[in-house]
């Protein structure tokens, strides 16, 4: 009896997973393994860290840093303390933003719409962005390779 609950539990769990279903949390991280397809990933306190080849919607902390690893496709990324770093040949389909911290973009990373911060650094490394670069207090480095292009839509900008 105790095995067949202990496998129902574990089916259960793996389904809800890959399904694209939507992760809400307060306090604590959100991480996402393999490649899987969820929906918006939101916590309050706590980092949002997505695994290679993951396709997920909006992705939203507060007091944490957002990681795409390589291969990851996401509609949005926002945070309000922490950074985001995109992994090579991933995709924000539309914006990145964060207030107090670092945005990241790895090689052959791009994103649908603009990158802003406004107390950090934006670092571009061989990525294309479709939108605006901002930040207030920060550096920006658009590395060789990198491409930007003009915003295609105000939707994105």
Request: glycine share 12%; net charge negative; charged share 20%.
């Amino acid at each position: 009896m105790w095995r067949f609950a202990l496998i129902s539990v574990a089916a259960f769990s793996a389904v809800a997973l890959g399904a694209s279903e939507n992760i809400d949390k307060v306090n604590g991280s959100i991480r996402i393994e393999g490649s899987r397809t969820v929906g918006d990933l939101s916590t309050v306190n706590g980092s949002i860290d997505v695994g290679e080849g993951t396709r997920a919607e909006d992705l939203e902390t507060v007091n944490g840093s957002i990681q795409l690893k390589p291969h990851v496709v996401a509609g949005s990324v926002e945070t309000v303390n922490g950074s985001v770093s995109v992994g090579a040949d991933a995709q924000v389909v539309e914006s990145a933003e964060t207030v107090n911290g670092r945005i990241t973009l790895d090689k052959r990373s791009q994103v649908g719409g603009h990158l802003e911060t406004v107390n950090g650094d934006l670092l571009l490394d061989e990525a294309r962005v479709d939108g605006q670069l901002r930040t207030v207090n920060g550096d920006i480095t658009v590395g060789t390779a990198s491409r930007l292009r003009p915003c295609r839509s105000s939707r994105n900008c």
